[in-house]
């Protein structure tokens, strides 16, 4: 399964975690807390993990091909919430297995 990942500095981590998992949990299977989320989204899975210094995204889905439509999407809703500062999404493909 394809996957990604990104450590996204701020001192927001919690908000922009769960900021996302309440816009989508209308549309979506997700469970959220105030330090760890999951989305299901028709794209593919993020997770989330929220410390004191940054926001850690996984995405991951089962087509290839879709994986930087996954990126986009999430890190433009995350972006979104977070219009006070500028968050810098840089992702990292995993090896493939």
Same mark, same amino acid.
């Given at each position: 399964?394809?996957?990604?990942?990104?450590?996204?500095?701020?001192?927001?981590?919690?908000?922009?975690?769960?900021?996302?998992? *309440?816009?989508?949990?209308? *549309?979506?299977?997700?469970?959220?807390?105030?330090?760890?989320?999951?989305?299901?989204?028709? @794209?593919?899975?993020?997770?989330?993990? %929220?410390?004191?210094?940054?926001?850690?995204?996984?995405?991951?889905?089962?087509?290839?091909?879709? @994986?930087?439509? @996954?990126?986009?999407?999430? %890190?433009?809703?995350? *972006?979104?919430?977070?219009?006070?500062?500028?968050?810098?999404?840089?992702? *990292?493909?995993?090896?493939? %297995?």
């Amino acid at each position: 399964m394809p996957s990604s990942h990104a450590d996204v500095a701020t001192e927001h981590a919690s908000r922009y975690l769960q900021q996302p998992c *309440k816009h989508w949990a209308h *549309k979506f299977p997700v469970e959220f807390n105030p330090t760890h989320g999951s989305i299901d989204l028709s @794209l593919g899975r993020t997770v989330m993990d %929220a410390d004191a210094s940054a926001l850690h995204i996984t995405v991951s889905t089962d087509e290839g091909g879709s @994986l930087e439509r @996954l990126e986009s999407v999430v %890190a433009d809703h995350i *972006k979104r919430f977070a219009f006070r500062e500028e968050l810098i999404f840089d992702w *990292k493909q995993a090896p493939a %297995a």
